[in-house]
């Protein structure tokens, strides 16, 4: 049976109830009118990321490309050109330098923007947020300021483009302006910068997307190497959506609050987040040849689906995974390839997310000082519906902070 309707309607419940129905290792559909499979599990995240299996760039439908990644991005790339291209992206972010020069930026916008937000009767939080990650990650990426207004402005851009990419209705156009805008915008600067007309600081991730070279040796066009910059910008403003679910956590496990002023804990806090909340649904690919996954024969150009939202979710990896409970991840280390939020594999080779150190710091730096932040949530929606993705609680976090006394 064709699953493309139940995914538009079911959301993140649809492969779990695929899942529910099926029998042996993996799930079978279609998709678009295509065959498809789905996997999930340790062993089938090495299965999935080997590229002599499955071949990702021929698998991204251009409503996807066209909003969250960009055209020419390194998501759209395979072999050689993948790897060269994501030296890019590792290089920047991987370094423990790197991660905390982008957590003290965010840890100082927060601190600058929260004394306002006692001034107001409501903030929303995820709003919020994505204007402190926004501030943050400009100044940390080299790209010049703007005034409140227009870092504003770049916040919605930016959160329009996560939010329009599985859709085909208005929130889909709104993510294709966003992206057009910002690419023409930072294609100028990329330029302005080749020419010694504008400044990037040593090392920042503007110097860099603009002296990058390809495996062919060639620099990036000035709209790819926007294209490239707009994938550390945008999903560093994405961070929002976990700093709401954290927000979300924190109040319906209370309990958790006094615990994340401990480092370690707000680190196991963050994970548990990335884990239990819904965000990226599953990534896929197209089988290269005939294979096989664990006796069963998967005909070449099948398309491959990883569950990633299941595999979080999936009982023969976690404890009571439908329980909150960030202690799972205090004091023992987990295989990188069990917990999925942001990809599985090697992020240097294959096409696991390269933002993953950056992603847990910023967020366990946010909940720790949310956590510390006296504010009362007004009565509001928090439903989470899986049917939207991505999703995020209905009213997204609606805070009242009480003026400190004086
Ligand atoms: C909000 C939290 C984030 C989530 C949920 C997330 C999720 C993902 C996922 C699912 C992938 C695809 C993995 C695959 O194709 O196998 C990915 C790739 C990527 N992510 Fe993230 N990510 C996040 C944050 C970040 C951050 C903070 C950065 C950079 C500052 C980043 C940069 C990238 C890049 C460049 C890729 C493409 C990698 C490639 O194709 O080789 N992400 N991310």
């Known amino acids: 049976m064709d699953s493309t309707l139940a995914l538009a309607t079911e959301g993140y419940a649809w492969l779990p109830d695929l899942w529910r129905r099926r029998q042996g290792p993996l799930v079978r559909t279609r998709l678009l009118g295509r065959r498809?499979?789905?996997?999930?599990?340790?062993?089938?995240?090495?299965?999935?990321?080997?590229?002599?299996?499955?071949?990702?760039?021929?698998?991204?439908?251009?409503?996807?490309?066209?909003?969250?990644?960009?055209?020419?991005?390194?998501?759209?790339?395979?072999?050689?050109?993948?790897?060269?291209?994501?030296?890019?992206?590792?290089?920047?972010?991987?370094?423990?330098?790197?991660?905390?020069?982008?957590?003290?930026?965010?840890?100082?916008?927060?601190?600058?923007?929260?004394?306002?937000?006692?001034?107001?009767?409501?903030?929303?939080?995820?709003?919020?947020?994505?204007?402190?990650?926004?501030?943050?990650?400009?100044?940390?990426?080299?790209?010049?300021?703007?005034?409140?207004?227009?870092?504003?402005a770049l916040a919605a851009d930016l959160v329009a483009m996560v939010d329009g990419f599985a859709t085909l209705g208005p929130r889909h156009w709104r993510a294709r302006r966003a992206r057009a805008r910002q690419e023409a915008r930072l294609a100028e600067l990329v330029e302005a910068v080749r020419a010694r007309d504008a400044a990037a600081p040593e090392g920042s991730a503007l110097a860099a997307v603009a002296a990058h070279r390809d495996a062919d040796g060639a620099p990036l066009s000035a709209r790819v190497a926007a294209v490239e910059l707009l994938n550390v910008l945008r999903p560093t403003v994405a961070v929002?959506?976990?700093?709401?679910?954290?927000?979300?956590?924190?109040?319906?496990?209370?309990?958790?609050?006094?615990?994340?002023?401990?480092?370690?804990?707000?680190?196991?806090?963050?994970?548990?987040?990335?884990?239990?909340?819904?965000?990226?649904?599953?990534?896929?690919?197209?089988?290269?040849?005939?294979?096989?996954?664990?006796?069963?024969?998967?005909?070449?150009?099948?398309?491959?689906?990883?569950?990633?939202?299941?595999?979080?979710?999936?009982?023969?990896?976690?404890?009571?995974?439908?329980?909150?409970?960030?202690?799972?991840?205090?004091?023992?280390?987990?295989?990188?390839?069990?917990?999925?939020?942001?990809?599985?594999?090697?992020?240097?080779?294959?096409?696991?997310?390269?933002?993953e150190p950056v992603t847990r710091a910023l967020l366990a730096a946010l909940a720790g000082r949310l956590a510390a932040l006296p504010y009362e949530l007004p009565d509001q929606d928090l439903t989470i519906p899986l049917t939207r993705i991505p999703t995020r609680p209905r009213d997204a976090i609606r805070l009242h902070v009480p003026k400190p006394a004086a």
């Open 36 to 152: 498809a499979v789905v996997l999930r599990g340790v062993d089938a995240v090495g299965f999935f990321y080997d590229e002599r299996h499955v071949q990702r760039r021929t698998a991204l439908p251009d409503p996807v490309v066209a909003t969250l990644f960009g055209h020419g991005a390194v998501h759209t790339l395979d072999g050689a050109a993948h790897r060269t291209r994501k030296a890019l992206f590792t290089h920047l972010l991987s370094d423990a330098d790197d991660v905390s020069a982008l957590t003290d930026e965010v840890t100082a916008a927060w601190d600058a923007a929260v004394p306002d937000w006692a001034d107001r009767a409501e903030v929303v939080f995820f709003d919020e947020a994505s204007v402190v990650l926004t501030r943050a990650v400009t100044r940390w990426a080299g790209v010049p300021e703007g005034d409140e207004a227009e870092t504003r």
């Open 240 to 355: 929002s959506w976990f700093a709401a679910f954290a927000a979300h956590a924190l109040h319906r496990w209370p309990e958790h609050r006094a615990e994340l002023a401990d480092p370690a804990y707000a680190h196991a806090f963050a994970d548990e987040v990335r884990r239990f909340y819904p965000f990226a649904p599953f990534v896929a690919g197209h089988a290269v040849d005939d294979l096989t996954w664990r006796g069963e024969p998967i005909a070449a150009g099948t398309l491959v689906l990883l569950d990633l939202y299941g595999q979080n979710h999936d009982p023969a990896l976690w404890d009571e995974p439908y329980t909150f409970r960030p202690a799972r991840f205090t004091g023992r280390a987990t295989d990188p390839d069990a917990l999925v939020p942001q990809g599985g594999g090697d992020p240097a080779t294959g096409h696991r997310c390269p933002g």
